[in-house]
T-cell receptor, first 114, second 113 residues
């Protein structure tokens, strides 16, 4: 498999600004996508999900956008707060039956500057 | 509160010893998963189980073993055959109904010296 370095992509934003975290996927058979937030020393926490029959879904302060044409997923966080500092992962599920495992992206570290 | 419990949070072992990591869920979920996470990396799938008494290998199953005797429990054994066992291990579960997110425990950090 692909060798992954020790350094994650990092996004630094000022407190109060909006954050956009991007994720590319390669499997056109993927039909369900999830964003997770992981704080240091903890397990990933579910943020929001979206099915492939939707282009956009909103939650509390978060919006997920799905562009199936270019196989791109983004997570927008409004009015970023220090508590949003974490690593964010996207995950995808393919269009097959059963509980086939999610495939996780490498993650992006969000750093909020107070 | 419903959730996934992993224990212990930190585990230290000598090289050559087998060690078992516990994962218990009270969410009544059918499917359970074990992932491994190394510093600065994503999650890699070790084993998963969609139903009691059945499990499948993930991408990095070598050196690991699991059992699923009860719906609530999915222990992972890291054997002496695992060449690089030091890592952060995450257990997760989800319902068997359609597309749904994984719920994760808070992980076990295993250090082998």
């Amino acid at each position: 498999g692909e060798s992954v370095g020790l350094h994650l992509p990092t996004l630094s934003v000022q407190e109060g600004d909006n954050s956009i975290i991007n994720c590319a996927y390669s499997n056109s058979a993927s039909d369900y996508f999830i964003w997770y937030k992981q704080e240091s020393g903890k397990g990933p926490q579910f943020i929001i999900d979206i099915r492939s029959n939707m282009d956009k879904r909103q939650g509390q302060r978060v919006t997920v956008l799905l562009n199936k044409t270019v196989k791109h997923l983004s997570l927008q966080i409004a009015a970023t707060q220090p508590g949003d500092s974490a690593v964010y992962f996207c995950a995808e599920n393919t269009r097959y039956s059963g509980n086939t495992p999610l495939v996780f992206g490498k993650g992006t570290r969000l750093s909020v500057i107070a | 509160d419903g959730g996934i419990t992993q224990s212990p949070k930190y585990l230290f072992r000598k090289e050559g010893q087998n060690v078992t990591l516990s994962c218990e869920q009270n969410l009544n979920h059918d499917a359970m998963y074990w992932y491994r996470q190394d510093p600065g990396q994503g999650l890699r799938l070790i084993y998963y189980s969609q139903i009691v008494n059945d499990f499948q290998k993930g991408d990095i199953a070598e050196g690991y073993s699991v059992s699923r005797e009860k719906k609530e429990s999915f222990p992972l054994t890291v054997t002496s055959a695992q060449k690089n066992p030091t890592a952060f291990y995450l257990c997760a579960s989800r319902t068997g109904q359609g597309r749904s997110p994984l719920h994760f425990g808070n992980g076990t950090r295993l250090t082998v010296t």
